[in-house]
Structure formats: C-alpha cells, structure tokens
C-alpha cells in the first residue's frame, strides 16, 4: 500500500522487522520514517484545510445552485399556472353555486305564474261555455263582468 503516489515518489510504510529474521533495521530508516511520517502527516492536515475552506465551501453552494435554479423556477410557473387554472375553477363553481342558490328562491315567482296561469285556463274555459251557450240560444245573455284574479300572496 503507498501513502503518497504521484507517479514520480513513491513511499512505502517501512518496516520495522524483516519478515523472516526479525532484524530491525538501522536507525537511518527509523529516522527517515519519521520524517516520512510528519510529511504525510502535514500533507494530510493541509488536504484537510484546504478541502474545508469557507470559499470552497461556497463555491460549491453556488454550484449546487446553478444545477438546481433552473427546475426550481419551472416548477414555480408550473405552480403558478395550477394556481391560475384553479382560480378559475373556484370562480366558476362558486357562480353555479349562486346561480343554484337563485333558482331555489325563484320557486316562489313560479308558484305565482302557475297560479296566474291556471286562473287564465279556467277564464278561457268559462268564456268558451258562455259563447257556446249564447250560439245555442237566441237571446244573447249578458256576460258578467270578470273579477281581476288575486295573485297569491307571498308574504310566506
């Protein structure tokens, strides 16, 4: 395994006992691991601050934000349009829902033509019956004079 590799150095964890002897090795490679040791170590700290840096930090939110602005604006038109299309059906419900509203309180106004109407019928009918009669006989009979018709009251 290599710590370090650039593809020119390449740093090898030393070891401290040969494999089959178990010889340690001299003190120059103790003292180089060390040294290799505070390099790597140094390396990695700097890596580390570096990577977690305020200004990279934003510049990966205004990355993030350039990737994603574009959907978030099509799905608020696509909101707003839903917003518009549902207004419309609120506004156009709510207008049958008065017109509904006005037809039941209408009731009245044609209980009061259905009157009037049957009232006309039975005039007709009694002005037929009274020609009918008065072709039938020789003297013509005076017709009384008609009563105006009361409409019914609508005071309930």
């Known amino acids: 395994m290599f710590i370090f590799d650039n593809g020119l ?24 691991q060390l040294k290799v040791k505070r390099v790597t170590d140094k390396f990695t700290e700097n890596m580390y601050v570096l990577a977690n840096e305020p200004s990279v930090a934003l510049y990966r939110l205004q990355e993030h934000v350039r990737r994603s602005l574009p959907e978030l604006v099509q799905h608020k038109t696509d909101m707003q349009s839903w917003e518009e299309q549902s207004q419309g059906a609120i506004y156009t419900v709510e207008y049958a829902c008065s017109a509904v509203k006005s037809m039941t309180n209408s009731s009245l106004y ?46 309930s």
């Open 9 to 32: 150095t390449r740093f090898k964890p030393l070891q401290l006992f040969h494999c089959r002897s178990f010889t340690v090795y001299k003190m120059e490679d103790q003292e180089m």
């Open 110 to 155: 044609f209980k009061s033509i259905d009157g009037l109407l049957r009232q006309a019928i039975s005039m007709k009918e009694q002005i037929s019956t009274s020609q009918g009669r008065s072709a039938h006989e020789v003297t013509p009979s005076p017709i009384p004079p008609a009563t105006p018709p009361h409409p019914p009251s609508t005071s």
